[in-house]
């Protein structure tokens, strides 16, 4: 069981920029695939931003592209979203997620339904 727990989250303005980690439970190597994924009230969970160990770029929704930043740091076990030009409609929670792979882990999904782990979330808000 991998455990994963968010921070950084906040009430922001227009523009602004937040960074959010995540703890991750367990060495991130070539075997996980890492993701962020956001929802807000009344919409379905979509994907923001992905990451392979290796292979694959990073996948980006369109909506965030040039704005947010996915990244890893394996010491210790993090993940990163960094937000740039934050918009009101950027309100929501914030998941992260990994999904681990028997082989090394070459392509990142936006797709919520091939990760295997996740955070309990943290509340974005920005306000116009």
Do not use: H
């Not at 994924?37 to 040039?66: C, L």
């Not at 934050?86 to 082989?103: F, G, H, K, S, W």
């Not at 999904?109 to 943290?122: A, E, V």
């Amino acid at each position: 069981q991998v455990e994963l727990v968010e921070s950084g989250g906040g009430s922001v303005q227009a523009g602004g920029s937040l960074t959010l980690s995540c703890a991750v439970s367990t060495y991130m190597g070539v075997n996980y695939c890492t993701g962020w994924f956001r929802q807000a009230p009344g919409m379905e969970r979509e994907g923001v931003a992905a990451d392979a160990f290796r292979g694959s770029d990073s996948q980006y929704a369109t909506s965030v592209k040039g704005r947010f930043t996915i990244a890893r740091d394996n010491t210790p076990n993090t993940l990163y979203l960094k937000m740039n030009g934050l918009q009101p409609e950027d309100t929501a929670i914030y998941y992260c997620a990994v999904r681990y792979r028997p082989t090394a882990c070459t392509t990142a999904s936006l797709s919520p339904d091939r990760y295997n782990f996740w955070g309990q979330g943290t509340q974005v808000t920005v306000s116009s």
